[in-house]
């Protein structure tokens, strides 16, 4: 399999390029805007056809490539079913299988960190999105996000795959790059907890403050980062 894993500094997200082959056909997730760029050079350079560009959700701190990459490749652009983004081509749901030619990856519905979130699991490895990232799990307390949604995302659906499992967040802030089921499981700070009430209060003790781009990204995601 061919798998790029690209970073945006400014936003601190990770894209993911995955496809069968050199030549072959394309998946990208959760992509930039501002990278737009980037992704159809490495594109080009691979010989990739880009078919799905993917949003595991509703971005709050930055702008998608969504529509952009749908103009520039003419590749379908997918989120999932709960969104409230009606500019993609088409919506996912629960338990579909999603993919192309030499990519397989089976949507797995996840709220918490938003009520539209979804992971993306494949063969030997899972995209969280924000819902569980590397020693931290996203915060609830915007977009519709709810600490149990998220609790029972991670602790009932996610800690059930493999422990061998990778785990590919959709940001990290401090450098990390991958994780594993069984390493956040024991070393995730936030997943020490004894019970739900307990992850509960720790989630909604948190005070953060709102993402700098969040007035202007939620809107412009709404219409896949295209104008209004
Ligand atoms: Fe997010």
Known sequence: MLFRQLFDAESSTYTYLLAGRAGGEAVLIDPVQGQTPLYLQLIEELGLKLVIAIDTHTHADHITALGDLRSA??????????????????????GET?????VRLRALYTPGHTDESFSLVGEDRVFTGDVLLIRGTGRTDFQNGDPRDSYDSIFNKLLHLPDETLVYPAHDYRGCTVSTIDEERRCNPRLQVRSVEEYVQLMNGLRLPSPKLMDVAVPANLRCGRAA
């Open 73 to 94: 490749t003419a590749c379908i652009t997918l989120m999932g079913e709960r969104t409230r983004a009606e500019c993609v081509s088409a919506q996912f749901r629960d």
């Open 98 to 102: 999603l993919g192309c030619d030499g």
